[in-house]
């Protein structure tokens, strides 16, 4: 498990907001509902990890 899974599983545990890149679109304050094999289940859509870029963890929580 590399450091960008576990800012998400933390994120996720923690229930904060996330923002980040994925596929050259911007995404903010996401909710992280649910993360297994490398995808990714946000109130967004479903996202997989390895396109996703610039993670920032908020400090804002839902």
């Known amino acids: 498990m590399n450091i960008e899974q576990k ?6 545990e923690d229930r ?16 992280i509902l649910k993360f297994e094999d490398g ?8 996202f997989e ?3 996703i870029k610039k993670i920032v963890v908020l400090k804002n929580k839902f």
């Open 7 to 12: 800012f998400l599983l933390k994120a996720m």
């Open 16 to 31: 904060n907001f996330v923002c980040f890149t994925y596929e050259n679109k911007s995404f903010k304050d996401v909710k």
């Open 39 to 46: 995808i990714i289940h946000t109130d967004c859509g479903i």
């Open 49 to 51: 990890l390895e396109k």
